[in-house]
């Protein structure tokens, strides 16, 4: 599967951004998405889950209550809306696919390009 981001930008400290992700070459809703991030000089981490339905989400505690990830299987995209939004959010998020949700925040089998950012203070 092919997985396109975009939606990253500069943003002020409490701002929003949503991200969102195409995937195109195999059925949306054989995969769970998700969404990760790699800050400079640092490993890139976990950040959101969804299941094929969507009915399943989880996140990580830095990001709990103010990030929401979502998809639209008809539009065969996921989002992640990003609110109240800190300078340490700053990093390149990419979107991820795997075909098993309780794996695709370890160990994912398809990845985007990434989309930067950046939130000043």
């Known amino acids: 599967v092919q997985l396109q981001a975009s939606g990253g930008g500069l943003v002020q400290a409490g701002g929003s951004l949503r991200l969102s992700c195409a995937a195109s070459?195999?059925?949306?809703?054989?995969?769970?998405m998700g969404w990760f991030r790699q800050a400079s000089g640092k490993e890139r981490e976990f950040v959101a889950r969804?299941?094929?339905?969507?009915?399943?989400?989880h996140y990580a505690d830095s990001v709990k209550g103010r990030f929401t990830i979502s998809r639209d299987n008809a539009k065969n995209t996921v989002y992640l809306q990003m609110n109240s939004l800190k300078p340490e959010d700053t990093a390149v998020y990419y979107c991820?696919?795997?075909?098993?949700?309780?794996?695709?925040?370890?160990?994912?089998?398809?990845w985007g390009q990434g989309t930067q950012v950046t939130v000043s203070s």
């Open positions: 070459g195999r059925t949306f809703t054989d995969y769970a």
């Open positions: 969804i299941s094929r339905g969507g009915v399943y989400t």
């Open positions: 991820a696919a795997k075909d098993e949700f309780a794996a695709i925040a370890t160990r994912p089998d398809y």
